[in-house]
């Protein structure tokens, strides 16, 4: 377990800012099918929220290569810390430059929605959470 | 009830431990079968049988006492991450609710994250190298396959 679980909190820390950027992107999807009423917005947005599950894909694959390199790295028992660090570097650099592409695309998904549209495809967590609730 | 365990084995009352345990993780079993375990139960059900598992791996008890005082610290640590990484998730959660967010509420809030990961890693690296020093190759190997159902949930969880 020890082992295992560290392996897997490193990938989870190292992919942590695209991960929490993408995660909803169905729901965000079906939200923008559902509430944003004008046309125009909802094609607009709807390509632009495909380019970003685009974007997560090609990230995924492209992390991979890395994971795979620091997975062997850390089948090793002697393994020292430093060399844990340097096998990462690719997947912090990665996860970086992802979530700054994922952000471009949250602003220009930004100058296609009103506020009040933006509300009802992105609610406010805790309305969020009642809201499943609800549906449940 | 771990140093107690430890100082059984360490004083060469192995099989008095043994039946400690044994016992220990049947009247759990026939608890689970009547009544539901707290998360508590459940989790202090999973680290007893997990250091069973480390002390089946690594003959030698103080080795294994070590190893399973790592585990607990790393248990720790764990449980410290995965909070921290909740509550990251449902910072930028926030974020992305907010039409107003600027680009740089966004920047800085990765920026501390990137600071918990660091800090993550040299705990977590320190903990990994300590276990490294406390067993063989070949303990190394048969580690990988004990597992802790706790923690186990908690990571499929954050990975889900």
Known sequence: MLIAALTAFLLIHFGSHSSALTSQLDQTAALIQKDVADEAHRKQALVIVDQMKAEAQAAAKQRQKSVDAL???????TTPVSDIERAAQPLVADDRASAEKLLDLRFQLKSVLTPDEWKMVFPAPAAEAVSKKRSA | MTSSFGKLISSGRWPAAMMALMLALSTAVGCSSKHELTPEQRAQADMTAYEADIRKIIPDPAR??????????????????IAAIKSYRAKVAALNSNYDATRQDYETLFSAQDASREAFIKKAGAIRERMAVFTTDSEWEALKKARLRALDADLQELLS
């Open chain 2, 64 to 81: 294994a006492d070590q190893l399973v005082a790592l585990t607990k610290e790393f248990q720790q640590l764990a449980n410290e991450s």
């Open chain 1, 71 to 77: 997975n062997s790295v850390l089948a090793k028992r």
